[in-house]
């Protein structure tokens, strides 16, 4: 398996989907994907082509090179390619111009999980969701209302754990927690509550649900 070996191939894979990691080429680009194991056509009409899991590393590694050296001139705020809210950022949420990208991010996974679960199932978490489990869970949350935190307001924080298929979810008071508990499992995820042992701090440990 090779990467891209043309700026055209390149820039298929950088225009994916940020979220569903569908494609849009020509054929040839996208047979040429194919042969290198970056992408794939879905079995099932409309055939569409999507990033495999190299594919999606090879454009990761790509926007964290661009991270490490922005070009000049770039906005503070990023590239305009849509990321979810992990909770934390320094930049102020964008009202409604953001809700819209959200709900569309979010309309886009819903999509995702249809083409890529083997019975279709929106209800259920995808591979990609697996692959992606911050980004993923702060993407149900947002799209479900909930506010991550910010320089504006206190919200959700969701951060990696070193359990497997986990993350942990903080919140500024229980009310927040279990209101996130129940949007992640509208969403498909599900989660408990916990105590941390040294700060006695309290949050949720959320997992994508197989069944």
Known sequence: MTGPSTAAQRRVIDAADPVTGRLRGTEAQLA??????LAFRHPRPPHDHFLTPAGHR?????????????PAGEAAAGTGVFSARVGGEEEPYDGPGRVREVHSAWQGLLELRRMTNPDGAVERPCGWERAHLVRAAALALEAAGQRPAGPDADGYRVRATPQPEAVAVYGPDGAALR???????RAGWQAGEYTEPRTRA????????RV
Not at 61 to 70: F, L, N, T, V
Request: hydrophobic share 40%; charged share 40%; net charge negative.
């Open 179 to 185: 209101a996130c508990a129940a949007a992640l499992d």
């Open 58 to 70: 090879i454009r990761e590694e790509e926007e964290a090179e661009e991270e490490k050296s922005p």
């Open 32 to 37: 040429a994907l194919v042969k290198r194991g």
């Open 202 to 209: 309290r949050y949720l440990l959320a997992s994508p649900r």
